[in-house]
C-alpha cells in the first residue's frame, strides 16, 4: 500500500511538473509574442511599383557589424528573389547596421529599400570589385585607357527597378580611392555608386549618398527614370564626385535634391568624341526641378562635355546655386560632334558665384587621337530667363567655336549682384549669337537688348513630359 502511495505521489507531482512546464511555455510564448509585436516596423513608401514577396538581408546571412563582407549574402538574396521576377516582383529589405559590401547586380521588378539607420558601406577590397568592359559610348574608361570597375550598386538589360528607403546611406568610403587617383596608382577607372545600363522604368529616391570613389548616380542607355529627393554629399575637392550624371537617357526627372560636390552637381552627357557619335544616342527629355546646388569649383548643371551623341529638350527650373563655380554650363570642343539644343532654364537663385553664364566651345579632353577635328558640335535655342545672382565675379564667358558659332541663345529678366571686387569686364562674349532683354549688368553686343519697348521672355515650354504622368503608388513592407 505504501509503495502504491508513493508511485501515485509521483505520477501526481510529475503531472504538476508537466501543467507548470506548459503554464511557464505558454507565459513566455505570450511575452515573445508580445515583444515581437512591439518590435513590429511598419513602412510605408511610395514607388513606381509595390512587390508581393519580400525578404531581409539578414535572412541570407547577413552582417551589420561594420566588419563582415556582405558581398555573398546580398548576391544570394537577389538571386532567390530574382525568381519572382514575373510573380509580383520582390523587395530586399536591409535592416539597422553598417552592412560592408562590395559589388553587386540588381534584377528586374525589384526594390532596394534601406532602413533609416541602414548604412551601405563600400568594401576597400579591390577584389570585390569585378572589372567590366568600358562604356560603347565612351571607348575607354574615365580615368585610365582600360576598363573600369563595376559600380557599388549595378545592374544591366533590367526592367521596373527601385532604389529607396526612409534617407538610408550608401558610404562609398571614397578616401582610398581618392588617394590612389591622385597618385595614378589606379590601372582601372573607379567605380560609382549607382550605375544602371540599358534598362527602363527606374527610381532612385530618398537616400543619402556620401563619399563616392567617383560618380554617384550614372543611369546610362535608360529610359523613363526618377531620381527624387536624394541628397548627396562629397569633399568639395574631392575628385569628379558628379551628383547625378543621365547619360544618353530619354525621359528622366530629376527633383527634389540637394547635393554638395567636388564636380558637376549634375551632368549631362551622351558619349565621347567619335565613339559617342557612332554610338549615336542622346539624352533628350530631361527635367530637372528643385535641386539645390554647393559646388565650388563646378557647375550647377553641366551640358557636357561628353556630348558627342547629342543632349535636347532640357528643362531646369527653381534651382538654387551657393557657393559654385557656374550655374548652367555648357562644356564641348572641336571633335565632339553631337548637339546641344532646346534647352530651357528659368526661376534659379544664385549666391557667391563665379560666373552666372558660362559657355565653353575649347573643352579638349578627347579620349584618345583618332577623334575627328572636322566633328563641330552644334550648340542651339539656349534659353534663361528669371535668374536673381548675388554676390557674382563675372556674370557671363560665352566662348563659341570660330566657324562654329554658338546660335539662339535668349537670356531675359536676369538681375547680376557683383561681389565687392569683380571682374571689370562682365560679358565675354566670342562666337556667340543671339538676343537679352532686362538683363543687369548689361550684356555685351553679340546679344543686343531688345530695350523696354519690346521685352522678350524667352522661351519655356508649357507642355508636360511623359515622366511627369508617370506616377508612384503607396508601398508597404512589415519588419520584424
Same mark, same amino acid.
Given at each position: ?8 505521489? *509521483? ?8 501543467? @507548470? ?9 505570450g511575452v515573445e509574442s508580445r515583444k515581437r509585436a ?28 561594420g566588419t563582415t563582407s556582405n558581398t555573398k549574402a ?42 533609416? =539607420?541602414?548604412?551601405? @558601406? ?10 567590366? $568592359? ?47 587617383? *591622385? ?89 565621347? =568624341? ?67 539644343? =532646346? ?53 557671363? *564667358? ?43 549688368? $548689361? ?24 515622366? =511627369? ?12
Amino acid at each position: 500500500m505504501g509503495d502504491l502511495w508513493r508511485s501515485l505521489r *509521483r505520477t501526481q507531482v510529475l503531472n504538476i511538473i508537466g501543467l @507548470l512546464g506548459v503554464l511557464v511555455f505558454l507565459n513566455t510564448n505570450g511575452v515573445e509574442s508580445r515583444k515581437r509585436a512591439q518590435n513590429l516596423e511598419f513602412f510605408e513608401y511610395p514607388a513606381i511599383s509595390c512587390r508581393a514577396h519580400s525578404a531581409s538581408l539578414e535572412d541570407f546571412g547577413g552582417v551589420g557589424d561594420g566588419t563582415t563582407s556582405n558581398t555573398k549574402a546580398f548576391k544570394a538574396a537577389i538571386d532567390h528573389l530574382s525568381q519572382f521576377a514575373s510573380d509580383g516582383g520582390s523587395q530586399l529589405f536591409i535592416p539597422p547596421g553598417k552592412w560592408l559590401t562590395g559589388s553587386f547586380n540588381l534584377t528586374s521588378h525589384f526594390t532596394l529599400y534601406l532602413h533609416k =539607420d541602414a548604412v551601405l @558601406l563600400a568594401s576597400q577590397d579591390e577584389s570585390e570589385w569585378p572589372l567590366i $568592359k568600358p562604356l560603347p559610348s565612351y571607348g575607354r574608361g574615365r580615368d585610365n585607357a582600360g576598363g573600369r570597375y563595376s559600380s557599388l550598386i549595378f545592374g544591366t538589360n533590367l526592367t521596373d527597378v527601385v532604389i529607396t528607403g526612409d534617407n538610408g546611406t550608401i558610404d562609398g568610403q571614397g578616401e582610398l580611392w581618392w588617394t590612389k587617383f *591622385r597618385a595614378k596608382e589606379l590601372n582601372y577607372t573607379r567605380p560609382y555608386l549607382v550605375e544602371i545600363l540599358y534598362s527602363e522604368n527606374i527610381q532612385i529616391s530618398s537616400l543619402t549618398l556620401i563619399n563616392s570613389p567617383s560618380w554617384n548616380i550614372h543611369p546610362t542607355y535608360c529610359s523613363n527614370v526618377i531620381v527624387q529627393g536624394v541628397t548627396i554629399l562629397a569633399p568639395v575637392t574631392s575628385p569628379n564626385t558628379d551628383g547625378i550624371n543621365p547619360d544618353s537617357c530619354t525621359n528622366t526627372r530629376i527633383e527634389d535634391c540637394y547635393i554638395v560636390s567636388g564636380d558637376d552637381c549634375v551632368a549631362v552627357k551622351s558619349g565621347w =568624341d567619335e565613339y559617342g557619335i557612332a554610338f549615336g544616342m542622346p539624352t533628350k527629355q530631361l527635367v530637372i526641378r528643385r535641386l539645390t546646388c554647393i559646388s565650388p569649383f563646378s557647375a550647377v548643371i553641366a551640358l557636357g562635355s561628353e556630348m558627342s551623341g547629342g543632349i535636347e529638350d532640357v528643362r531646369a527650373e527653381d534651382i538654387t546655386a551657393i557657393d559654385s563655380e557656374s550655374g548652367v554650363r555648357i562644356k564641348t570642343a572641336v571633335g565632339r560632334g553631337g548637339f546641344v539644343k =532646346d534647352i530651357y532654364v528659368r526661376g534659379m537663385a544664385m549666391k557667391t558665384m563665379k560666373w552666372v553664364f558660362w559657355m565653353t566651345g575649347n573643352y579638349g579632353d578627347h579620349p584618345d587621337n583618332n577623334y575627328d577635328p572636322k566633328a563641330l558640335p552644334v550648340i542651339q535655342n539656349i534659353n534663361y530667363r528669371d535668374i536673381v545672382a548675388e554676390n557674382v565675379t563675372m556674370a557671363a *564667358r560665352l566662348e563659341g567655336i570660330p566657324g562654329d558659332t554658338f546660335s539662339e541663345i535668349c537670356i531675359s529678366n536676369v538681375t547680376v549682384g557683383l561681389t565687392a571686387k569683380p571682374k571689370k569686364l562682365q560679358w565675354n562674349c566670342t562666337n556667340v549669337e543671339g538676343i537679352s532683354s532686362a538683363v543687369t549688368p $548689361k550684356p555685351c553686343e553679340l546679344l543686343p537688348d531688345q530695350g523696354p519697348e519690346k521685352i522678350t521672355q524667352c522661351n519655356f515650354p508649357e507642355d508636360s513630359l511623359p515622366i =511627369d504622368n508617370i506616377k508612384v503608388r503607396s508601398c508597404y513592407y512589415k519588419y520584424f
